[in-house]
């Protein structure tokens, strides 16, 4: 039996899909020789197609998956067999109920699809609801009367790159998994002389705190991330931003803005308190860093604001 929150979300998208585009449910991804050779069908559960450009978005639909992780396999297979082109992109919704673990193992394995040559995100669904609600609106336990729309124009904005650069194209982070990525990268690129000396002194007012690493990092760094273009991958790379990236790109556009990059994390349930009303572990945590990254921060400990990760 098909869950009644996924139906109720395609019924609804397919009844009023955003100005200029079109939805369908449950499309085959692979032509019928492939599926033959294959023994399966893959189809996603929406595409969505825009009659102004060529662009087409592949949406999974996933609601309380236990293995969420399959669909991006499933739509990876179907590229291998019948290549998609630049104007295809792959889109995980992914909501509360589905467990961090499984979820955070789903958005790195769209680092994968990504090497493989596709356009591919994972975005939260719904994310102003919890577990909870999702799991009664999915077993028919809550009403569906009050059940928010899916913000789709949001999600078509986040899979449109913010500006291209001479390495590939720069999106906003869409799940916490590549905030928590970039965080860790931009503290092992610390280690490096060169990086250090790339970035040079900064002062910061927003970072990104992970309680359970004991690590910050300038939120304006974690909130981004670049996809190099098919031509510009030779072997793997890693998914995260780096410092060279971001010291190179960031003279070239301007783009990266730190109002922007707050707002962006928060809405990927990012908490913000003052340093000053943190945790006194957490305070501890922070000096011990800032005692390590003097050279590379500069902040005021009385007006310095925390984007804390959850869980």
């Given at each position: 039996?098909?869950?009644?929150?996924?139906?109720?979300?395609?019924?609804?998208?397919?009844?009023?899909?955003?100005?200029?585009?079109?939805?369908?449910?449950?499309?085959?991804?692979?032509?019928?020789?492939?599926?033959?050779?294959?023994?399966?069908?893959?189809?996603?559960?929406?595409?969505?197609?825009?009659?102004?450009?060529?662009?087409?978005?592949?949406?999974?639909?996933?609601?309380?998956?236990a293995n969420p992780v399959a669909n991006h396999a499933?739509?990876?297979?179907?590229?291998?067999?019948?290549?998609?082109?630049?104007?295809?992109?792959?889109?995980?919704?992914?909501?509360n109920h589905v467990a961090p673990g499984r979820a955070n193992l789903a958005a790195h394995a769209i680092y994968l699809l990504r090497i493989a040559g596709l356009k591919a995100f994972q975005i939260p669904l719904l994310p102003e609801l919890n577990a909870k609600t999702v799991m009664a609106l999915n077993q028919g336990k809550a009403s569906l009367e009050h059940l928010p729309d899916l913000d789709i124009l949001e999600i078509v904005d986040l899979t449109r790159p913010i500006a291209p650069v001479d390495a590939g194209r720069i999106y906003y982070a869409t799940n916490a998994l590549e905030v928590l990525l970039n965080l860790q990268q931009w503290n092992?690129?610390?280690?490096?002389?060169?990086?250090?000396?790339a970035w040079g002194r900064r002062r910061m007012r927003y970072l990104v705190a992970h309680p359970a690493s004991g690590l910050f990092a300038p939120s304006k760094f974690c909130a981004y991330t670049r996809m190099p273009s098919l031509a510009d991958?030779?072997?793997?790379?890693?998914p995260a931003m780096t410092v060279?990236?971001?010291?190179?790109?960031?003279?070239?556009?301007?783009?990266?803005?730190?109002?922007k990059a707050r707002l962006r994390l928060e809405r990927l349930g990012f908490h913000r308190m003052r340093l000053s009303a943190s945790t006194p572990s957490m305070r501890k945590n922070f000096e011990s860093w800032l005692e390590i990254h003097r050279d590379q921060v500069s902040v005021d400990v009385d007006t310095c604001e925390l984007l804390v990760a959850g869980g």
């Amino acid at each position: 039996m098909r869950f009644s929150l996924a139906t109720e979300l395609q019924n609804r998208l397919i009844a009023s899909p955003p100005p200029g585009w079109t939805a369908r449910r449950e499309v085959q991804l692979l032509e019928s020789g492939a599926t033959c050779i294959l023994g399966y069908r893959p189809a996603v559960d929406l595409l969505l197609e825009s009659q102004q450009t060529d662009e087409r978005l592949w949406l999974e639909l996933e609601i309380s998956r236990a293995n969420p992780v399959a669909n991006h396999a499933k739509f990876a297979s179907a590229h291998l067999m019948q290549p998609l082109s630049e104007r295809d992109t792959f889109v995980s919704l992914v909501s509360n109920h589905v467990a961090p673990g499984r979820a955070n193992l789903a958005a790195h394995a769209i680092y994968l699809l990504r090497i493989a040559g596709l356009k591919a995100f994972q975005i939260p669904l719904l994310p102003e609801l919890n577990a909870k609600t999702v799991m009664a609106l999915n077993q028919g336990k809550a009403s569906l009367e009050h059940l928010p729309d899916l913000d789709i124009l949001e999600i078509v904005d986040l899979t449109r790159p913010i500006a291209p650069v001479d390495a590939g194209r720069i999106y906003y982070a869409t799940n916490a998994l590549e905030v928590l990525l970039n965080l860790q990268q931009w503290n092992r690129d610390m280690g490096h002389m060169h990086c250090r000396h790339a970035w040079g002194r900064r002062r910061m007012r927003y970072l990104v705190a992970h309680p359970a690493s004991g690590l910050f990092a300038p939120s304006k760094f974690c909130a981004y991330t670049r996809m190099p273009s098919l031509a510009d991958r030779p072997g793997f790379q890693t998914p995260a931003m780096t410092v060279p990236a971001y010291t190179r790109i960031e003279p070239q556009t301007g783009i990266f803005d730190g109002q922007k990059a707050r707002l962006r994390l928060e809405r990927l349930g990012f908490h913000r308190m003052r340093l000053s009303a943190s945790t006194p572990s957490m305070r501890k945590n922070f000096e011990s860093w800032l005692e390590i990254h003097r050279d590379q921060v500069s902040v005021d400990v009385d007006t310095c604001e925390l984007l804390v990760a959850g869980g």
